[in-house]
Every structure is written in structure tokens, then in C-alpha cells.
């Protein structure tokens, strides 16, 4: 009976901080969802024509603020993302350390990715206000400001590779675990394998990567919004939490 109520209070106790990890996972996850919505939604659909380099260069210098407010926000969504990492690990550690560690490592990679490719995105406004570039001609500009914002795209794909992989395993960590619904952990599995399947199409198959990408928008946004409510809404489930190390 003392042993039962001891592993019983050794519960408690480690879902207590493991419900607010959970709530306060869900406030950076949806700093993440609107940061990113405002940065592709926004700025970005509004800014860049494809295909159109003079356009572009020209929506850059008209709504310059706008196009800064981009970069700033992609930068919140970048360390909104590095926090998530730690909170992920901490919330799933108990399952396994190894795994949860190794989920965690991916999506900081993905940060790291997203965080050094915003230099693509912030090139184009330097090449149009930086006075040493005036031995090229207007033509020249335009095309680099629009050759810069594409490898930007490309570099955002090469981020989807980690942060897919970091999500096929924090699916099948949710899916194990006792204080969160099945049904979450499998959304976030298939979220994690669209994005592999959007990046590897994108660089191998180019001309079905419409295809690849309504794959993405109709899969994965329904995942991290799920996700990302349930975190908020509930932190974990009222499931009992078991773990290996109890007290015998």
C-alpha cells in the first residue's frame, strides 16, 4: 500500500511540470504556425513574382518595411523553434532519452538551416540599397535579387528534411506514450512523411512538386494545428503516465 502511494506521488510529480512544458510547447508552437503564416502569407506572396525579377525588385523597394518585417518574424519563428526543441525533449524524455534527444537534435538542425538561410532572404535588399553595386546594371540587380529569394525557397526545402525526420519520430514518441491520443502521435507521423516526400520531389522531380506541395498544406497544417491546440486546450492527457523507473 506505501509503495503504491509513493509511485503514485512520484506520478504526480512528474506530470505536474510535464502539463506545463505541454501548455507552454503549445504557446511557442503557435508563435511558430503565425510567424510562419505571416512571413509566407503576407510578405512573401505579396512580394516575390515568380518569374519576374524587375516586379519583385520593385515590390522590394515600395514596401521595404514590410519585406524587414518578414525577416524579423521568420527570425521569432526560427527561436520559437529552438525553444520547442527543449520542450519536446523535456516532455518526452521520460519515454526515451535517446529517441527524444535525437528528435530534438533534427529540429535544432532545422533552426540552424532556417536561421542561416534567412541571409538568402535578406541578400536582395542589401544588393538594391548597397551603393557597391553600382557597377551593375538594373537588369543585373533584379536578377540577383530574384536568383537570391529562389535559393531562399530551396533552403527552406532543405529544412523540411530534418524537420520531417524530427517529426517521424516525435510521432511515434507521442503515439507510445500514455498521455497524449494515438491519433495525434499517427497526424504528426504522416505530417513528418509528407514533408520528406515534398523535399525529395522538389529535388528529384520537379514537375510534380505541386503535387507534393497540396500533399503538405492538406496533411502537415492539419497536423501542427492539431497538435498545437492540444498542447494549449489540454497539455496531456488525464491518462495515467508510466514510466520504467518506479519505486519497487
Known amino acids: 500500500m506505501i509503495l503504491a502511494i509513493l509511485n503514485a506521488m512520484k506520478t504526480i510529480e512528474i506530470m505536474d511540470p510535464l502539463k506545463n512544458n505541454a501548455r507552454l510547447a503549445g504557446v511557442f508552437y503557435l508563435v511558430v504556425i503565425l510567424t510562419g503564416l505571416f512571413s509566407e502569407l503576407a510578405v512573401r506572396s505579396e512580394i516575390i513574382v515568380p518569374g519576374d525579377a524587375a516586379a519583385t525588385a520593385a515590390h522590394i523597394a515600395d514596401k521595404e518595411f514590410l519585406f524587414r518585417m518578414g525577416f524579423v518574424s521568420d527570425l521569432v519563428m526560427v527561436m520559437s523553434d529552438v ?6 525533449y523535456l516532455i518526452l524524455r521520460p519515454l526515451n532519452n535517446a529517441l527524444s534527444l535525437l528528435a530534438a537534435f533534427f529540429r535544432l538542425a532545422q533552426a540552424s538551416v532556417l536561421g542561416i538561410n534567412l541571409l ?4 536582395p535588399l542589401l544588393i538594391l540599397k548597397d551603393q557597391f553595386m553600382g557597377p551593375f546594371s538594373e537588369v543585373q ?19 523540411g528534411v530534418f524537420f520531417g525526420l524530427s517529426c517521424l519520430i516525435l510521432g511515434s514518441l507521442l503515439f507510445k506514450s500514455t498521455y497524449f491520443p494515438r491519433w495525434l502521435g499517427s497526424l504528426v507521423v504522416v505530417a513528418g512523411a509528407s514533408y520528406l516526400i515534398d523535399c525529395l520531389t522538389n529535388f528529384l522531380w520537379p514537375e510534380y512538386a505541386s503535387i507534393s506541395e497540396l500533399l503538405v498544406f492538406s496533411v502537415a497544417v492539419v497536423s501542427e494545428l492539431s497538435l498545437c491546440l492540444f498542447l494549449l486546450i489540454k497539455g496531456t492527457s488525464k491518462r495515467k503516465f508510466h514510466i520504467s523507473g518506479t519505486i519497487k
Open 83 to 88: 525553444v520547442l526543441a527543449l520542450l519536446f
Open 120 to 123: 538568402n532572404y535578406y541578400w
Open 141 to 159: 540587380l533584379n536578377a540577383l535579387v530574384l536568383f537570391f529569394l529562389n535559393a531562399h525557397s530551396y533552403g527552406y526545402l532543405i529544412s
